[in-house]
């Protein structure tokens, strides 16, 4: 397994640079294979058939909600516009008017929203399944949906006690989604560079004047990494706030510089993680 990630497993080859052959991901009992070869891929599945009783699905098409497409040799796109139209189904809105973004910037989710305890408000709640919702639209924002980060991670912080405000900003993510169903990430053949973008907002929280942090990695042309969160500590100033962001960033630069040299994409250089300093 990988040292990286023990979710992946790796094989390589036996001869002398010891290249990375075949790839196997593993999620529960969801199983990717990757080789660089055909016959290669046969054998892999012939040594887990003869250990376990398992499913041949062919060439991945569907892998945990996401639709793989290939519309052309060396372009890979993933999507998830059939779980988000389950969505919208599940939670009501199919009448529901699109919108063409997933958040109002003027308005900002704070705790002075939350019910007061027994109120009719929390009562009303009750029967609103927020934490559901988002829970939903997290999985989304995390596998293809990177521009709804930033409004789903403002929306995690009030599940305990989620007030009609909160509900409302929720159904908009999902109404944003509706209406940009088939959006997704296109991935291409490209030169293997790691490249980093790190940013950060100070005290941007109402509640408790605490920053939050954004950053992404891009591989080549690909992105494959981006996270959004608020900071853990309260930063006194602009600077110190932007420091917290590319320390969070460098531990996710380590983290995947090793992961990719694990899958032989060896960076031979530093990575550069751009940051906003004006």
């Given at each position: 397994?990988?040292?990286?990630?023990?979710?992946?497993?790796?094989?390589?080859?036996?001869?002398?640079?010891?290249?990375?052959?075949?790839?196997?991901?593993?999620?529960?009992?969801?199983?990717?294979?990757?080789?660089?070869?055909?016959?290669?891929?046969?054998?892999?599945?012939?040594?887990?058939?003869?250990?376990?009783?398992?499913?041949?699905?062919?060439?991945?098409?569907?892998?945990?909600?996401?639709?793989?497409?290939?519309?052309?040799?060396?372009?890979?796109?993933?999507?998830?516009?059939?779980?988000?139209?389950?969505?919208?189904?599940?939670?009501?809105?199919?009448?529901?008017?699109?919108?063409?973004?997933?958040?109002?910037?003027?308005?900002?989710?704070?705790?002075?929203?939350?019910?007061?305890?027994?109120?009719?408000?929390?009562?009303?709640?009750?029967?609103?399944?927020?934490?559901?919702?988002?829970?939903?639209?997290?999985?989304?924002?995390?596998?293809?949906?990177?521009e709804i980060a930033l409004p789903v991670s403002k929306l995690c912080?009030?599940?305990?006690?989620?007030?009609?405000?909160?509900?409302?900003?929720?159904?908009?993510?999902?109404?944003?989604?509706?209406?940009?169903?088939?959006?997704?990430?296109?991935?291409?053949?490209?030169?293997?560079?790691?490249?980093?973008?790190?940013?950060?907002?100070?005290?941007?929280?109402?509640?408790?004047?605490?920053?939050?942090?954004?950053?992404?990695?891009?591989?080549?042309?690909?992105?494959?990494?981006?996270?959004?969160?608020?900071?853990?500590?309260?930063?006194?100033?602009?600077?110190?706030?932007?420091?917290?962001?590319?320390?969070?960033?460098?531990?996710?630069?380590?983290?995947?510089?090793?992961?990719?040299?694990?899958?032989?994409?060896?960076?031979?250089?530093?990575?550069?993680?751009?940051?906003?300093?004006?």
């Amino acid at each position: 397994p990988s040292a990286s990630d023990p979710c992946i497993y790796v094989k390589h080859s036996n001869l002398i640079n010891d290249v990375p052959t075949a790839y196997v991901g593993v999620y529960v009992d969801d199983i990717l294979v990757s080789a660089s070869t055909d016959g290669e891929v046969t054998e892999i599945k012939r040594l887990l058939q003869e250990r376990f009783t398992t499913t041949d699905m062919g060439p991945v098409s569907w892998y945990l909600g996401i639709h793989v497409q290939r519309p052309s040799t060396g372009i890979m796109t993933l999507s998830q516009e059939n779980y988000i139209n389950t969505l919208v189904d599940r939670f009501n809105m199919k009448d529901a008017n699109t919108v063409s973004s997933p958040m109002v910037p003027d308005v900002h989710l704070t705790k002075a929203d939350c019910p007061a305890e027994g109120s009719a408000e929390q009562l009303e709640m009750q029967s609103h399944p927020y934490r559901k919702l988002v829970c939903s639209l997290l999985y989304i924002s995390v596998c293809t949906r990177p521009e709804i980060a930033l409004p789903v991670s403002k929306l995690c912080r009030f599940l305990i006690n989620p007030g009609l405000v909160h509900w409302k900003a929720a159904k908009r993510v999902l109404r944003y989604l509706k209406g940009t169903s088939s959006f997704g990430l296109t991935y291409t053949a490209t030169k293997p560079v790691l490249m980093g973008y790190a940013d950060a907002s100070w005290g941007d929280e109402d509640n408790d004047r605490k920053s939050t942090t954004g950053f992404l990695f891009m591989h080549g042309t690909n992105l494959i990494s981006w996270s959004t969160f608020s900071q853990p500590s309260t930063a006194n100033s602009s600077s110190a706030a932007e420091y917290l962001a590319l320390s969070d960033a460098a531990r996710e630069c380590v983290w995947l510089r090793r992961l990719l040299f694990e899958l032989g994409n060896f960076q031979l250089s530093a990575t550069m993680i751009n940051e906003d300093n004006q």
